[in-house]
T-cell receptor, first 119, second 115 residues
């Protein structure tokens, strides 16, 4: 069975601190996709990143960076110099199967990490 | 980019009534759509996979007779919560794969409150 674990339920930091959100996954598939989504209080999911299982390169996008390590089945997300606007619930997700190139199968979500950035 | 809409964005209904939620892909066709449910302060859980022109596939534990799904066209899937009860109060989110890179696009969600 596929499973995503986000061990950190809530994290609180002060603005400008760096923060890392952990994600550990389980799957038997050799082809899979990993995602991170941001969910602000409005509820709408904001797509942050998608990574396929064959691409272990770390990625940086502005203040955001992701560390994918297949050896530990982890896909951690780091926000550098956090800002108040980063406050939200962040979900890590796993796409079952790899039938479509974009990983458009149904997603298995972790329980989410609520990040609060205080001024 | 591709957009998925949901209607209504929020709804309040009385216990025992039925509520229909629409999920539309606005600029692409979607033969498959997914329906998720999110209880307060919890994660998103897949309820069912909606297939255009055929029956929906429900996840274990989801009552197919209570949550009716109809995917009548390539741009519209509907979820009807029949005989709603307060425990059905939740945030319902749909998604659809599409676009050039066949990505997953999420709707903005529908907040259902059953009184």
């Amino acid at each position: 069975a596929q499973k995503v674990t986000q061990a950190q339920t809530e994290i609180s930091v002060v603005e400008k601190e760096d923060v890392t959100l952990d994600c550990v996954y389980e799957t038997r598939d050799t082809t899979y996709y990993l995602f991170w989504y941001k969910q602000p209080p409005s509820g709408e999911l904001v797509f942050l990143i998608r990574r396929n299982s064959f691409d272990e390169q770390n990625e940086i996008s502005g203040r955001y960076s992701w560390n994918f390590q297949k050896s530990t089945s982890s896909f951690n997300f780091t926000i550098t110099a956090s800002q108040v606007v980063d406050s939200a619930v962040y979900f890590c997700a796993l796409s079952e199967g790899g039938g479509y190139q974009g990983g458009s199968e149904k997603l298995v979500f972790g329980k989410g990490t609520k990040l609060t950035v205080n001024p | 980019g591709a957009v998925v809409s949901q209607h209504p964005s929020w709804v309040i209904c009385k216990s025992g009534t039925s509520v229909k939620i629409e999920c539309r892909s606005l600029d692409f066709q979607a033969t498959t759509m997914f329906w998720y449910r999110q209880f307060p302060k919890q994660s998103l859980m897949l309820m069912a996979t909606s297939n255009e022109g055929s029956k929906a596939t429900y996840e274990q534990g989801v009552e197919k007779d209570k949550f009716l799904i109809n995917h009548a066209s390539l741009t519209l899937s509907t979820l009807t919560v029949t005989s709603a009860h307060p425990e059905d109060s939740s945030f319902y989110i749909c998604s659809a794969p599409g676009g050039v890179r066949d990505e997953q696009y999420f709707g903005p969600g529908t907040r259902l409150t059953v009184t």
